[in-house]
């Protein structure tokens, strides 16, 4: 167990939905991540978020944002949905910002779209 | 930008033989490396990393490692394979973006082990 917790694991939506994915960091960590893993594109970093403040943007749509939240938690918001959005995504957390530093994932929420 | 690539997206052996994941990286600076396994429907997990300390890195599982500057490269190895390292590897490197760290991974390589 790596200490993060994500839910659902598992969610099913149709095409032009809203969802919401949410992450609760390992205790104490500050950075959260969040990955999007497809087989077409692999693991693509998306956006990472810092002691609440967004720090670094990756390939992440302008559909989709995220925000991290006083308690640290973070959540996912993907909104008009499209089939190809369909993907595990990751989150993930770390203590530091040190170029050594590891991350450590959650087991990942599977979005199906329909 | 610094960026790996991991040859080869499936790898098969058997049972005890030899693990060779190969992965090579391209930095301007020295590199902070590291490598990830996914069991299927499992999230990622560190299983070992490179940090300037060793060139050779030994992980869990038996894994390990070794930095050869030269080569650019940070292959993963395993004398034995058992049948419950069958997963996907993940080659990382350690990046700044606006001043604060990120991993970017390869593109994977999947390990399947036969009896």
């Known amino acids: 167990d790596s200490g993060v917790t994500q839910t659902p694991k598992h969610l099913i939506t149709a095409t032009g939905q809203r969802v919401t994915l949410r992450c609760s960091p390992r205790?104490?960590?500050?950075?959260v991540y969040w990955y999007q893993q497809s087989l077409d594109q692999g693991l693509q970093f998306l956006i990472q978020?810092?002691?609440?403040?967004?720090?670094a943007k990756g390939n992440i749509l302008e559909r989709f944002s995220a925000q991290q939240f006083p308690d640290l938690h973070s959540e996912l918001n993907l909104s008009s949905l499209e089939l190809g959005d369909s993907a595990l995504y990751f989150c993930a957390s770390s203590k530091r910002q040190d170029l050594n530093t590891e991350a450590f994932f959650g087991q990942g929420t599977r979005l199906t779209v329909v | 930008a610094q960026s790996v690539t991991q040859l080869g997206s499936h790898v098969s052996v058997s049972e005890g033989a030899l693990v060779l994941l190969r992965c090579n990286y391209s930095s301007s600076v020295p590199p902070y490396l590291f490598w990830y396994v996914q069991y299927p429907n499992q999230g990622l997990q560190l299983l070992l990393k490179y940090t300037s300390a060793a060139t050779l890195v030994k992980g869990i599982n038996g894994f390990e490692a070794e930095f050869k500057k030269s080569e650019t490269s940070f292959h993963l190895t395993k004398p034995s394979a058992h049948m419950s390292d069958a997963a996907e590897y993940f080659c990382?490197?350690?990046?700044?973006?606006?001043?604060?760290?990120?991993?970017?991974f390869g593109t994977g390589t999947r390990l399947l082990v036969s009896p």
């Open positions: 978020y810092y002691n609440g403040e967004e720090r």
């Open positions: 205790s104490g960590d500050l950075s």
């Open positions: 990382a490197v350690s990046t700044m973006n606006t001043g604060f760290q990120k991993l970017v």
